[in-house]
């Protein structure tokens, strides 16, 4: 297998637990056996992820060491997060109106999902507003929120360390250079454990075929159509023209990135890509400082795919019962959606809470969600993708933005990517 490349054993696993799942559709023995492989890859790269971007952030913020640059690009990444999702929200809404993906479909012949547990998530955080969210970025403790994996907290502290570190001069050399020689560490570890992945992505996709078979695709394959195509409009279009307008080229990402699109799909998880897209986001040219800065905030604020998906399936569920929704209901989902979407960032099954804190309060019966929660990895795999992307393009976005991006270095990087494909 050595001979192959990441991508390549990646899809070979990612056929082959198709496959395997599709043989053993129905059989709940055969989790017992694909579970564990899946399991340990997903704990593997949630293990890395913490030490890689508190280590990357302190490091390149210490670098930059001056407060009024970071809060500039602070400020100026949350106003291009905030531009980008509202643009993805209309886009699927665009999608759902010209696809009407929910028109016509028999409830009757639809199995019914058990949403309890998303139902409880949202109920923990009813009334957790956009204020709070800017709240919680300040950790109670900061060791807590490590154990937690919240981002936004880890963000902050990492940050305020490094200017810290800045700020001592001669004596914070040392804590520098630690800190330097973690982050090579575990990129070091990352490699490792990428060898691993075409394993885990053959568990992970086994159990799920095998669970829920093609079958269940058919009768709402109309959505699942809707999503992709929506997904693969926005990608071509709105950050195809981010990319021109900011001199790159959308194309240019995806085949730096191509092993960790294979994997962010197969797995349906973003933090599988985020450390290895960490590092190739800078060998592109974009500076430490921006890159471990903008994309782990980015996970939270900046999740275009998931967006896209909410005003679609939001959409759908609503043609399915019939409601005809004008175009001022439309804009109050936007609305909405724009608020809900960043004010429970971070929750678990975050798309899926999204939706059950927003149905109600535009009038959708929340009933509807039990149909597609079935078919709801379907769909993450490809919004976790668009997410991925989104996040790499913001990387570069902001460094062309501060004028610190290294056109040479991205040109020279891209050419060893095509030689070594």
């Not at 055969?30 to 280590?55: H, Q, T």
């Not at 952030?57 to 949350?78: E, H, Q, S, W, Y």
Request: charged share 15%; net charge positive.
């Amino acid at each position: 297998m050595k001979k192959f490349g990441l991508a390549f054993q990646i899809l070979i696993g990612l056929l082959l637990g198709v496959a395997v799942g599709a043989v053993f559709y129905g059989n709940p023995s055969v989790e017992s056996y694909l579970k564990p492989a899946g399991d340990i890859f997903i704990r593997l790269i949630k293990m890395i992820v913490v030490p890689i971007v508190v280590s990357s952030l302190i490091v390149g913020v210490a670098g930059v060491g001056d407060m009024k640059k970071l809060g500039r690009l602070g400020g100026k990444t949350i106003l291009y997060f905030e531009l980008v999702t509202t643009v993805a929200i209309v886009f699927g809404l665009l999608i759902a109106n010209l696809f009407r993906p929910g028109a016509g479909v028999d409830m009757a012949g639809l199995a019914k999902s058990d949403i309890s547990k998303y139902v409880e998530t949202t109920e923990k955080v009813t009334g957790h507003s956009f204020v709070d969210t800017f709240v919680n970025i300040v950790p109670k403790n900061v060791f807590e929120s490590f154990v937690a994996g919240d981002m936004l907290a880890i963000i902050f502290f990492s940050v305020l360390f490094g200017l810290g570190v800045a700020a001592i001069g001669e004596k914070g050399k040392p804590v520098l250079a630690f800190f330097q020689g973690v982050s090579e560490s575990m990129f070091w570890v990352t490699n490792q454990i990428m060898k691993f992945a075409p394993i885990g992505v053959f568990g992970l996709i086994g159990m799920t075929v095998s669970k829920f078979g093609v079958a269940s695709l058919l009768p709402l394959g109309k959505l699942v159509l809707a999503v992709y195509a929506g997904m693969f409009l926005f990608v071509a279009i709105v950050l195809g023209l981010i990319a021109k307008l900011c001199g790159t080229s959308l194309m240019a990402i995806v085949r730096i990135l191509k092993d960790e699109l294979i994997l962010a799909y197969s797995t349906a998880s973003s933090e599988t890509a985020l450390p290895k897209m960490m590092e190739k986001m800078e060998k592109f040219g974009v500076p430490k400082a921006i890159t471990s800065f903008v994309v782990p905030t980015g996970y939270s604020f900046n999740l275009d795919g998931s967006t896209l998906y909410q005003a679609i399936a939001a959409l759908f569920i609503a043609q399915m019962y019939g409601i005809d929704m004008s175009v001022g209901a439309q804009v109050s989902l936007v609305l909405v959606l724009m608020l809900t979407s960043k004010g429970i960032a971070g929750v678990p099954g975050a798309s899926f809470v999204v939706l059950l804190a927003t149905l109600g309060s535009v009038g959708i019966p929340l009933e509807g969600l039990a149909f597609i929660a079935g078919i709801d990895r379907i769909l993450d795999m490809a919004r976790t993708v668009v997410n991925v992307i989104g996040n790499s393009m913001a990387a570069v976005v902001m460094a062309k933005w501060e004028g610190q991006y290294d056109a040479n270095k991205g040109r020279r990087y891209l050419e060893t990517v095509k030689k070594a494909a």
